[in-house]
């Protein structure tokens, strides 16, 4: 096993907190391959060390002295509920790459807010491309549904012209991306 | 001791339950609204219903700066959309599971209604097909398409047992079409009678499983 320590984003995106397009670029390469390796450590078969099984064969002893028969169909139970309640590891979607592009002149600045980064509006920025106020950005997403709007100059939420949209909820509308 | 083995984890279910959505709503909305997701939430997972998209909305519109009474009602309206489209979901007949439900209620907020997420439920796709169906039908109400053309162009995809990847490339042919400058109604409709000759005639050369070598003529 590797010693080597992950970002502290990058544990928010194992933990299932954030998603990879919410890290930051320069986290991003960190952030998939902690996913190629948790969904590879998913698969493989895990070992149960001695000292486990040492703490194990402690406790089996121990149970040894109550009586089973009484506390058998009801630690079945429990152990089901508690199984059942765990929550299950989603399969790491596909990625796929998609550009954003925004013609906005006299905007200042410009980002991406959505489903993919918890609505967060200043977490995905686009870069302006020469003078003629056309702003870009280039994010790896799961496949699957997103909702998003440009927001620009921090307050104008905007939706995609190039996209279709859905009423918000709020009297807005949000873009809609079906990848 | 043996009513407190089986308790133990059903509370354990509503507190993981509480504890995972006021953790993926801190920071992000005000108390007032975290508590009613949280409430809201704790009783649609005990419903079967996806907590996620209330989540989504309420972060939503609190990133957006709307008004907390203005967010709830936001929220609110999201769990009985959910409802709904789960019931629908029942109506037709489908197992259902937190995605597809979830599908269901994006469905809907296109403009889709319980009648038509019905009838997608009732042609017998698998539940991931049918999850896609209804995340490509609601892309299509959203791009303007009529409920009719909707149901009867994504009804002939999944019938026709279709992969995936062919119905989410929909959105972007009926797009093509408009482009050339009918409505969306016929863009649909033609994709729709194209789908279903090609369920009477099989796929297209190169699609699908190539048809069984000929038998060779018998020698003279």
């Known amino acids: ?179 | 001791m043996i009513v407190s083995l089986l308790v133990i984890p059903l509370t354990l279910l509503g507190m993981q339950q509480q504890d995972s959505i006021a953790a993926r709503l801190a920071g992000r909305v005000s108390p007032d609204i975290a508590t009613l997701v949280e409430r809201l939430g704790t009783a649609a997972s005990a419903r079967g219903l996806p907590v996620d998209p209330l989540i989504q909305k309420a972060i939503e519109g609190s990133a957006k700066g709307v008004p907390s009474e203005r967010v709830v009602t936001a929220v609110s309206w999201v769990a009985m959309q959910l409802d709904t489209a789960a019931a629908a979901l029942r109506e037709g007949g489908v197992v259902t599971d937190t995605l597809v439900i979830a599908a269901g209620e994006f469905a809907i907020s296109a403009g889709l209604s319980n009648h038509d997420i019905t009838a997608l439920a009732r042609t017998g796709a698998s539940v991931a097909a049918l999850t896609v169906g209804l995340r490509v039908a609601g892309t299509l109400g959203a791009m303007g398409v009529p409920s009719a053309e909707n149901i009867g162009l994504i009804s002939a995809k999944l019938r026709s047992g279709q992969p995936a990847g062919d119905l989410l490339s929909v959105p972007a042919r009926v797009q093509a079409e408009i482009s050339r400058g009918v409505t969306p109604a016929q863009a649909a409709a033609g994709l729709e009678r194209a789908a279903a000759a090609q369920a009477r005639h099989g796929p297209p050369p190169g699609r699908g499983n190539p048809p069984p070598h000929p038998t060779p003529p018998p020698h003279p």
């Open chain 1, 1 to 179: 096993m590797s010693e080597h320590e992950f970002h502290p984003l990058v544990k928010q995106l194992l933990d299932g907190d954030i998603t990879l397009a919410a890290l930051p670029p320069e986290l991003r390469a960190e952030g998939e391959e902690a996913l190629r390796l948790l969904a590879a450590v998913d698969r493989s078969v895990v070992s149960v060390p001695a000292v486990t099984w040492r703490v194990m064969a402690g406790l089996e002893r121990r149970r040894r002295r109550v009586r089973p028969w009484l506390l058998a169909p009801a630690l079945a139970l429990a152990a089901a509920l508690i199984l059942w309640i765990l929550p299950a590891k989603p399969a790491t979607p596909a990625l796929v790459t998609v550009r954003f592009v925004l013609v906005a002149p006299d905007a200042h600045d410009v980002s991406l807010a959505g489903t993919f980064n918890r609505w967060d509006a200043h977490a995905t920025p686009l870069v302006r491309s020469g003078p003629t106020g056309v702003w870009t950005a280039t994010l790896t997403l799961p496949a699957g549904q997103h909702q998003y709007a440009f927001v620009v100059d921090g307050v104008r939420w905007v939706p995609d012209p190039g996209a279709p949209a859905v009423d918000d909820g709020f009297g807005r509308r949000n873009s809609v991306l079906t990848l």
